[in-house]
Structures are given as structure tokens and as C-alpha cells.
């Protein structure tokens, strides 16, 4: 089946510092991946999302400067979060569907988790 | 303001008891609705995806319903188990462009042995 592959799984870094995450599509071509971010205790909620060979589009109120979006390839997507501080440290999440169209379904990477000391 | 609400927020049952998890969205124009299970700090394992048309699906000891008009699925688990405690999200994708899932807040089921 379609498989997302995120690394790192947990990353410690310092402030100011950045950060970078990738999102790999295993045996499928992505030319949308999703990034998300969730909270402990809350729902995820979408940041981005990624398009292959363009800039990404991000969801109001998420600050494009700070989380860069990289979907460089059909199958690789990157998160890096520049100048982290340690209100950054989540839980981040990628997805992706192995087929476009609007009536199939996502699968998700594993995670990553940042903590910003 | 197109939302997704789960209740309850939490729940924990006996092993072998068969439950059901709720799950209810604001606008009825929607192209799927996705159920998925999340260990803690993991990803998302997808369980069951109810395309609009559609009025349930199953899979093993889970069945799937939805309720279009009415705005609501369930989730029905039976003979629940302990490694069936995780938290359960519903996340539904509204018609209106857009790719983008919106889940709600889930279900955190425990398993007692």
C-alpha cells in the first residue's frame, strides 16, 4: 500500500537554530503533500500545502517565512523551520494521497517531533 | 465554518465490549470522511474512508457509517482489545476545492484487560 516516510522522528535543537524535515512518498508520486502541525491534547491542524515544482500554499495565519516549503521532487516535500524558538516545538506531520482526485484518501508519515530548547 | 466535532473526547471500556465513537460535521457537501487511529506520538494509520455516496464500510471488527444529511458517522469497534486503545480521529474533506482535510479533535479510547 502507499506509504509516507518522515525523518527525523524527534529532533531536539536550540533556539534560533533551524530545522529541517522531510516528507518522502515510498512508492507513489505526490504532486500535493500536506503539512500539518498538532498540539498536545488538539486536533492537527493544516499549515501548507505542498506543490511540486511551485510555491507552496500556506493557511492563514501560518507565517511562510518561518516554515519554508520545499516540494523539490514527486516523491520529497520539506519542512524546515528557520530561526526556531521553542514556542515551535510540536508535533509535525506530513500526507500525502497516492492518487489526485477527490475521492480518495490520505496517508500520513509518522511524525516528527521538535522540541526547541 | 466548516468544523468536525468528535464526542466523547474520551472513553474507556472493559476488554470484548463493543462501543461506538462519534463523529459529526457542519455542511453535508463533502467528498469523503476518513477514520484514524493515532498511538501516542506516532502518525496517523488510516482506518476506513466513506466516500459521500456511500452509507458504511468495514474492515475486520470496525464498521464505518455515515450520515450525510444529518451530519454525523460512526465508528462502531467490536469485541474491543487492549491494543485497540489509541485515539481516534475523524477528519472529513468539504466539497469547495480544496484538498485539505479537516479532522476533529478525536476520541481517546482505552482498552481495560
Known amino acids: 500500500g502507499a506509504v509516507v516516510s518522515q525523518h527525523p522522528s524527534r529532533v531536539i535543537c536550540k533556539s534560533g537554530t533551524s530545522v529541517k524535515i522531510e516528507c518522502r512518498s515510498l512508492?507513489?508520486?505526490?504532486?500535493?503533500m500536506f503539512w500539518y502541525r498538532q498540539f498536545p491534547k488538539q486536533s492537527l491542524m493544516l499549515m501548507a500545502t505542498?506543490?511540486?515544482?511551485?510555491?507552496?500554499?500556506?493557511e492563514q495565519g501560518v507565517e511562510k517565512d518561518k516554515f519554508l516549503i520545499n516540494h523539490a521532487s514527486l516523491t520529497l516535500s520539506t519542512l524546515t523551520v528557520t530561526s526556531a524558538h521553542p514556542e515551535d516545538s510540536s508535533f509535525y506531520i506530513c500526507s500525502a494521497s497516492p492518487q489526485q482526485g477527490f475521492n480518495y484518501g490520505y496517508t500520513f508519515g509518522s511524525g516528527t517531533r521538535l522540541t526547541v530548547v | 465554518k466548516q468544523e468536525v466535532t468528535q464526542i466523547p473526547a474520551a472513553l474507556s471500556v472493559p476488554e470484548g465490549e463493543n462501543l461506538v465513537l462519534n463523529c459529526s460535521f457542519t455542511d453535508s457537501a463533502i467528498y469523503n470522511l476518513q477514520w484514524f487511529r493515532q498511538d501516542p506520538g506516532k502518525g496517523l494509520t488510516s482506518l476506513l474512508l466513506i466516500q459521500s455516496s456511500q452509507r458504511e464500510q468495514t474492515s475486520g471488527r470496525l464498521n464505518a457509517s455515515l450520515d450525510k444529511s444529518s451530519g454525523r458517522s460512526t465508528l462502531y469497534i467490536a469485541a474491543s482489545q487492549p491494543g485497540d486503545s489509541a485515539t481516534y480521529l475523524c477528519?472529513?474533506?468539504?466539497?469547495?476545492?480544496?484538498?485539505?482535510?479537516?479532522f476533529g479533535k478525536g476520541t481517546k479510547l482505552t482498552v481495560n484487560p
Open positions: 477528519a472529513v474533506r468539504y466539497q469547495g476545492g480544496s484538498e485539505k482535510l479537516v
Open positions: 505542498s506543490n511540486e515544482g511551485s510555491k507552496a500554499t500556506y
Open positions: 512508492d507513489f508520486q505526490a504532486t500535493t
